[in-house]
């Protein structure tokens, strides 16, 4: 099955073929717009897994898009419509490089940091993991340790 081959591969396969965002909604409107009106989905914020899963049900209900497609997809939606705060203890890689609009290696930093020493209590630790400080303090009120 098709959608069983997407999401096994992984999102690896598609971060070296990123799309801006421009793209990203071209797509986006293309593909979903097929089935449903647009604001049933940007009406809600969801974190990467999420839009993944969402997308992975539309994939399977037969949304028409190739794997690299429905990946720009998410990736768009994740940038886009991703949490509007950020539960920085428990946030995956790709939720915290989409919040803070930095790299993927950046972000999977700030994991393997609070990984390997504990949860954030400050965004003094955050800084400790090499996070970007500008990027972080711009965020600094929707960050919930």
Known sequence: MKVLVLFAIGAAAFAQQKIDDAQGKKLFETVCSQCHELSLTTGRRSTHDEWMDLVQRMAQKGAN?????????????????????????????PDVAAFFAISQSDAEAIVKYRRTNGNYKTLDDLFKAGADRKKIEAKKDSIEF
């Open 65 to 93: 898009a190739t794997d690299d497609q429905f990946f720009a997809i998410v990736d768009y939606l994740t940038r886009n419509y991703g949490p509007a705060k950020l539960r920085i203890n428990e946030a995956l890689a």
